[in-house]
């Protein structure tokens, strides 16, 4: 099997996916000619033609109503935003239009197309590229909010998120694009959308991540080896909808919790998991669930960003806090 970064897996999966099905098209700024500005795209405008893989104008609005007309009449979108941050004029489209069209045609009609965007923080951009921003899509009926953090795991969710016959809004962690290499099958398969994945087997506290945030928490997790601290880690990968039993059957081992995401505290995801702990899994608790999360700013400029980003560090101290508690 060839080894793939993430980067490399969003490629060979949209390829792959062309190849299969003549409807599957692509599109968004600079995603033609260039290949996006990480590259993700790049020479499908020369494998496929201009109609199947082109540039569109500065106007994200515009690009999703696009893909809307395009899913409506048989074709299989993938549109990308180039920052998740510029994904607000496209707003009113996404919950609008994309969301409530299987409800507003009482299932008449469904829109299959995949909202791909780079996502997080991490990589010092500038103009504030590096929002967080799950959770203002998760909080929509009729999305499905899907955010990978290996390149095995990116093919096989994008290619669930492909075959969907609903919306998915993908989100990609462009801090771990490139960040390291995994053996990926050139064959199709899937990896279904809402199923979580046990990271690595523990009993004594249950650690939840998704994107770059599973990498950080296993480098924190090596800074604990001489701890007697075993950890379970459990990589959400599906943030709605959401393995709720998943992590319910390992709170119930563990009897302690704790969610690590980059996106901001207040109405966070962390907050929806711990609700889901605390309706289902209270009386196992030995003590409180708790949330490390992004701080409640807008995340800072290239100076400032590694003051906001979560290291492994305060991962590890927080651990032991709860571990200890």
Same mark, same amino acid.
């Not at 199923?195 to 939840?208: E, L, R, S, Y």
């Given at each position: ?48 033609? +201009? ?26 979108? @993938? ?60 909080? @929509? ?5 899907? @955010? ?73 997790? +090596?800074?604990?080896?001489?701890? +007697? ?14 393995? +709720? ?63 906001? @980003? ?16």
């Amino acid at each position: 099997m060839p080894l793939m970064t993430i980067i490399d897996a969003v490629k060979n999966t949209i390829d792959q996916q062309m190849e299969l099905n003549d409807n599957v098209v692509t599109f968004g700024e600079d995603v033609g000619f260039e290949g996006g500005v990480f590259r993700a795209t790049k020479g499908l405008q020369q494998k496929y033609g +201009k109609e199947r893989s082109f540039d569109t104008p500065l106007a994200e609005s515009a690009i999703i109503g696009s893909a809307v007309g395009m899913a409506v009449n048989g074709l299989i979108p @993938i549109p990308e935003i180039q920052f998740s941050g510029f994904v607000f004029p496209a707003i009113n489209q996404i919950i609008t239009h994309v969301a409530r069209y299987r409800n507003r045609t009482k299932g008449t009609y469904s829109l299959p197309m995949v909202i791909r965007m780079p996502y997080g923080g991490g990589i010092r951009a500038l103009e504030h590229h590096s929002e967080s921003i799950e959770s203002l899509f998760a909080h @929509i009926p009729g999305l499905k909010v899907v @955010i990978p953090s290996t390149p095995y795991d990116t093919k096989g969710l994008l290619t669930a998120a492909i075959k969907d016959p609903d919306p998915v809004i993908f989100l990609e962690p462009k801090r771990i694009y490139r960040a390291f290499k995994q053996e990926v099958p050139t064959e199709e398969y899937i990896v279904p959308i809402g199923k979580a994945k046990v990271v690595q087997q523990g009993d004594t506290i249950t650690v939840v991540a998704w994107g770059a945030m599973v990498r950080e928490v296993e480098n924190a997790i +090596k800074l604990l080896e001489n701890e +007697k601290i075993n950890v379970e880690l459990i990589d959400l990968r599906t943030i709605q909808p959401y393995d +709720k039993q998943t992590l319910i059957n390992s709170v119930k081992k563990t009897g302690r919790f704790l969610v690590v995401h980059e996106a901001y505290k207040s109405y966070g995801p962390g907050a929806e998991l711990i609700a889901t702990i605390n309706e289902q899994a209270f009386l196992y608790l030995e003590a409180p669930p708790t949330r490390l999360a992004g701080f409640d700013i807008t995340i800072p400029l290239p100076k400032g960003e590694h003051h906001f @980003i979560i290291t492994p560090k305060r991962i590890a101290n927080e651990i032991k806090k709860v571990s200890s508690f």
